[in-house]
C-alpha cells in the first residue's frame, strides 16, 4: 500500500495573513504548532499570501518585515497578494480575500490543501498522514472540514 509516509509531499498548507499588530504572534504561534505536529522533517510545504489590497505602505512594509523575521526561524513561501490572480490566461480579480484563497490554491502543486487562516488556532492535535492516507484510500471523500462548532450526527 502507498501511503503518505512514502510520498512526503502530498499536502501543502495555504495561510491568508494580512498586517495587524498581532500578525507577528499569530503566525508564530501558527507555524510553531505546524511544525510540531505537522511538518516534523519538512514533509509539507506552507504557502503564505500576504493581503495587501488596499493596505497602507507602512503596514504592508511592517507585513513584510514579520514575514522576512518569520521566514529564519520557519521554512515556507510567501508573496504579496494582491486580490487578482491568473488562471488559463485569464486574470480574476475581485475585491474580497476569497480571491486570495482562490490564488493560493491555483499556486498548490500538491494533491491536498490545508487552508489556514493565521489566527486560527488548534485546540487539538491533528494526525494529518491519518487523514491523508483515509483521502488516498477513499477518492469519494473530496474535503475535510474542521470547526470549532459541535454538529452532532453529521
Do not use: A
Not at 16 to 45: A, M, S, V
Request: proline letters at 1%.
Amino acid at each position: 500500500m502507498n501511503t503518505i509516509k512514502d510520498n512526503p509531499k502530498k499536502l501543502t498548507i495555504l495561510i491568508t495573513t494580512h498586517y495587524t499588530d498581532r500578525q507577528y504572534i499569530c503566525l508564530n504561534i501558527t507555524l510553531k504548532y505546524l511544525l510540531q505536529n505537522f511538518c516534523k522533517g519538512e514533509k509539507y510545504e506552507i504557502l503564505i499570501c500576504n493581503d495587501s489590497y488596499n493596505k497602507s505602505k507602512d503596514h504592508i512594509k511592517k507585513s513584510e518585515e514579520n514575514l522576512i523575521s518569520l521566514k529564519s526561524k520557519y521554512v515556507f513561501d510567501w508573496y504579496h497578494g494582491k486580490r487578482d490572480f491568473k488562471f488559463n490566461n485569464i486574470v480574476y480579480n475581485f475585491k474580497t480575500v476569497g480571491c486570495n484563497i482562490v490564488d493560493l490554491i491555483t499556486k498548490c502543486n500538491t494533491d491536498y490543501f490545508l487552508f489556514l487562516e493565521h489566527d486560527w488556532m488548534f485546540t487539538k492535535k491533528i494526525n494529518v498522514n491519518n487523514l491523508l492516507n483515509l483521502l488516498e484510500l477513499n477518492k469519494e471523500i473530496n474535503y475535510i472540514r474542521f470547526s470549532y462548532k459541535s454538529f452532532p450526527g453529521k
